[in-house]
C-alpha cells in the first residue's frame, strides 16, 4: 500500500523549500510526491528540479510536471493524473507536514484495509503568533465540510480510485474548490468508508494573503457567492438550507470587514420556506451552529 503526495505551486520560489523539507523529512517509506508547476515565472520550476534531483532514492521518487494553465484545480488535476499510486494526499505549498504524519495516515489506511478517506485535524497559524485547530469531523459531515471547511485540502487523503470516481478537482470553481469536492465525495454511492486519525494535529496550515481564500471573504464575495450556488447544486435533496447557512455565514463575515454591500448581496440570495429563510438570515449575526437544531 503506498501514497502519492501532490503539491500544486505556482511562483513560491522564496517558501516553498519550507514544504519540501517537511515532506522531505517523513518517516514514511517508500514515498512518491508529485510537484506541479503551475505556470510559474519567478524560477519556481528551477527550485522544484533542484529540490527533485538532490532527494531522489529508490524509496522516495520525486516527479515534476507542468500545468501552464494557471488554476489550483487544474494543477491537481493534472497531479492526479499523473499517480500511479492506492492512495493519493493533496498538499500546498506554503504549508508543512510534522516528520510523522504520513506515517500516522498510513497506519491508519492499514489498520483499516476497508478505508476509503482518512481525516485528522490540522493546526492553522494566523497573524499575531495565534494558532487555531481545525478538525477533521466524522460526523454530520456535509454540514462541517460546507460550513467548517471540514474537507479542505490538507485535512485528509483518500484512495486514488475515489478522487476519480468523484471527478477530481472541479476548475470551475473559483475559491471553495476544496468544500465543492468535499461534497461530492460525500455524496458518491456507495459512500467510501471514513476514518478519522486521532491524536494531536500534524500539519501546520500558514493562512496568508495569497492563500487561495485569503485573508477576507468580502473581497472575493462574488466568487463565493457563486461557488455557493454551485455547491448547492450539489447537495441532497432537503439539504438546500445548508447552502443558505453559508449564504448568512458569508454575510456574517462581510458585515465584519466592513463591507454591508456584500452582506446584504449574500442574504438577499438566502431562499426557501419563510421559517429556513428566517433562521438561515439569522446567521449573518448568529453562528451557524447555535441555529443548526432549528433546521
Known amino acids: 500500500m503506498e501514497l502519492t503526495i501532490v503539491i500544486p505551486v505556482r511562483n513560491r520560489a522564496s517558501i516553498v523549500g519550507r514544504t519540501l523539507r517537511s515532506v522531505e523529512s517523513q518517516t514514511f ?9 503551475n505556470g510559474s515565472s519567478d524560477g519556481t520550476l528551477g527550485v522544484l528540479e533542484r529540490w527533485a534531483e538532490s532527494v531522489q532514492a529508490p524509496d522516495f521518487s520525486v516527479k515534476v510536471i507542468s500545468e501552464p494553465e494557471p488554476g489550483a484545480a487544474r494543477a491537481r488535476n493534472a497531479g492526479l493524473k499523473a499517480v500511479e499510486t492506492d492512495w493519493t494526499m493533496f498538499f500546498d505549498s506554503d504549508d508543512i507536514m510534522l516528520p510523522d504524519h504520513v506515517e500516522r495516515a498510513m497506519k491508519c489506511a492499514l489498520k483499516h484495509p476497508e478505508a476509503g478517506i482518512i481525516g485528522w485535524d ?18 454530520d459531515m456535509i454540514y462541517n465540510n460546507v460550513l467548517h471547511g471540514g474537507f479542505a485540502t490538507l485535512r485528509y487523503m483518500a484512495r486514488t480510485e475515489i478522487f476519480r470516481r468523484a471527478g477530481g478537482w472541479n476548475t470551475e470553481v473559483r475559491v471553495w ?46 466568487d463565493l457567492l457563486r ?42 440570495r438566502i431562499s426557501g420556506t419563510a421559517w429556513r429563510k428566517a433562521v438561515c438570515r439569522l446567521s449573518a449575526r448568529v453562528p451557524s451552529d447555535l441555529l443548526r437544531p432549528l433546521l
Open 29 to 37: 517509506r517508500p514515498l512518491t510526491v508529485v510537484l506541479v508547476d
Open 177 to 222: 474548490d476544496d468544500i465543492e469536492l468535499g461534497v461530492r465525495l460525500l455524496t458518491l454511492s456507495p459512500l467510501p468508508v471514513i476514518y478519522r486519525v486521532n491524536g494531536r494535529p500534524t500539519v501546520r496550515v500558514y493562512f496568508t494573503a495569497d492563500s487561495i481564500t485569503g485573508e477576507s471573504w468580502a473581497g472575493k464575495a462574488d
Open 122 to 139: 490540522v493546526n492553522v497559524e494566523l497573524r499575531g503568533g495565534v494558532s487555531k485547530t481545525c478538525p477533521f469531523f466524522s460526523a
Open 227 to 268: 461557488d455557493i450556488d454551485l455547491i448547492e447544486g450539489l447537495l441532497p435533496t432537503g439539504m438546500e438550507w445548508v447552502a443558505n447557512l453559508k449564504r448568512g455565514q458569508l454575510a456574517r463575515v462581510c458585515r465584519k470587514e466592513g463591507r454591508p454591500d456584500m452582506a446584504a448581496k449574500a442574504l438577499a
